[in-house]
């Protein structure tokens, strides 16, 4: 990653716009995402598709958003951040409109795939702009407050697309994004800054549909495994199709004198444990957005407005503890944050499976609340801990590979949790309030295990980035 020697570093308030531009374009993404979560039984009622259709409105956003993002990497080296951040706006708002006007699900899922894609381009800037541009001894901060933006939105969609469903229609919640597109628009156009030397490069595009592909075929094995079964055959060629595709794409990478990913930072044992333990915590997250809202709508008969303000305080919690998290990383380091943050994110797993035959909204909402305490301990703080193992001309593939395979996490959470709620569905053929109570216990068993497998990661990571530090300092004595 090649800086203009000039570009000054500096806390100033095209710095502040920049980030908030490329973040209110990856909020609204979030927002909607999260909003739509809500809106599912509505959907599957106008539309009449089920429950493992309709989730594609989340998991297509998803893909789209791990096509995309790849491409990061070789985009910001060879067009300049204002162009990809104009492009980004101009594709998202593209999609609101179509997903506003929607007459069928398939035009509303292709609403949903161009903003996905408008999102891909945002959400890697909005994190090149920090590393490339904020002051090193302010990165943590600056990074906690990039993602206090991201963070709002999940603490904004569920309880206001609740409310607009109920109110006034699922529609209207495209139609409210539109004035923040357009205020995003405004403040990227005149204060988004170019920091890194462009080149002319050429995009690798076989490589990158080997990668696309591999990514796509997975993320349909996993929705489709709901309906079809995880030994159907289809399904098992889906995963070995990928595989394979995944496979290619590794082997032309390594040998690729220009790829579209360098895959050496994986070689960086602290880079990849960090990756490990954000993937768990999104596949986590995505989830219980899924989950929570669902079960307390179909089992605790909610209405939409109710079941999205179960996550409201939680996610208002998290988002503000995002830059504080950001200043204790700058003033104490990584591991203190990210240990306290999966303490956290394992006392709520283990309190939903505790808690749930004995759920109410309030016990939920406070279960949930324990969550985002530890994701915002933990969420930021691993993107800097890892981006940090990287020497300075990796940082951007490192970004790529961290936002790329946090969607995919995404997109398989989603599939995965609604597809093992699906599974009790033929024995109760009937009764769609006992198959999905008894499927949320198995989804709510698997998280657990997602956050146990989390904390062993981070641990992991923060004790070589210590053992590093230590035979650094060590070679300098000597």
């Given amino acids: 990653m090649k800086t203009t020697d000039d570009f000054p570093r500096v806390m100033d308030r095209r710095l502040f ?18 909003a739509m979560n809500v809106t599912f039984p509505t959907l599957m009622k106008e539309f009449s598709v089920s429950i493992s259709t309709v989730q594609w409105i989340t998991t297509g956003y998803l893909l789209m958003l791990s096509i995309v993002i790849p491409a990061s990497a070789f985009l910001k080296k060879r067009f300049s951040a204002k162009r990809i951040f104009i492009t980004a706006n101009l594709i998202f708002s593209a999609g609101t409109i179509m997903g506003y006007w929607s007459p069928s699900f398939s035009v ?3 609403g949903r795939l161009l903003q996905g894609a408008g999102t891909g381009l945002a959400l890697p800037l909005m994190f090149n702009i920090v590393m490339e541009q904020a002051p090193l001894e302010k990165i943590g901060f600056m990074m906690g407050a990039a993602t206090l933006t991201i963070a709002m939105a999940p603490a904004i969609g569920p309880s206001v697309g609740g409310w607009i469903v109920q109110d006034f229609g699922w529609r209207m919640i495209f139609a409210a994004l539109l ?27 076989f490589t990158y ?29 889906l995963f070995a199709g990928s595989i394979a595709c995944l496979f290619v794409f590794a082997r032309i990478s390594v040998h690729a004198l220009q790829p579209l990913i360098h895959l050496q930072v994986f070689r960086i044992p602290a880079f990849s444990l960090c990756v490990s333990g954000l993937l768990l915590l999104q596949f986590i997250c995505l989830g219980l957005g899924f989950l929570i809202p669902n079960y307390a709508q179909i089992v605790l008969t909610e209405k939409a407005f109710v079941s999205g303000c179960i996550l409201l305080p939680g996610c208002l919690l998290g988002a503000l503890l995002a830059p504080v998290s950001g200043k204790l990383l700058d003033r104490f380091g990584a591991r203190r944050p990210l240990m306290a943050g999966c303490v956290f994110v394992c006392l709520a797993m283990t309190g939903f499976n505790m808690t749930l035959d004995e759920a109410s909204v309030p016990l939920m909402a406070a279960v949930y609340a324990i969550f985002t305490l530890g994701q915002g301990f933990t969420s930021g703080n691993t993107l800097v801990a890892g981006l940090s193992a990287l020497p300075a001309e990796l940082k951007a593939d490192g970004n790529a590979v961290f936002n790329t395979l946090q969607q995919l996490a995404g997109a398989i959470g989603t599939a995965i949790v609604a597809a093992v709620v699906s599974m009790p569905r033929s024995q109760f053929p009937n009764n769609l309030e006992a198959a999905t109570a008894m499927g949320s216990h198995y989804a709510f068993m698997l998280l657990l295990g997602m ?27 000597y």
Avoid: H, Y
């Fill in 17 to 34: 716009l920049s980030v908030l531009a490329a973040g209110l374009l990856s909020f609204t993404g979030v927002v909607i995402e999260t």
């Fill in 108 to 110: 509303l899922l292709l």
């Fill in 179 to 205: 004035p923040v597109l357009v205020f995003s628009l405004a403040c990227g156009a005149s204060s988004i800054r170019q920091s890194s030397v462009i080149q002319k490069t050429k995009f690798p595009l």
């Fill in 209 to 237: 549909l080997w990668l696309a592909v591999g990514f796509s075929c997975f993320i349909l094995a996993s929705s489709f495994a709901g309906e079809w079964g995880w030994s159907d055959v289809r399904v098992l060629g």
């Fill in 451 to 477: 956050a146990v497998l989390q904390w062993l990661c981070l641990g992991r990571a923060v004790r070589n980035s210590t053992k590093n530090k230590k035979k650094e300092k060590l070679s300098i004595s």
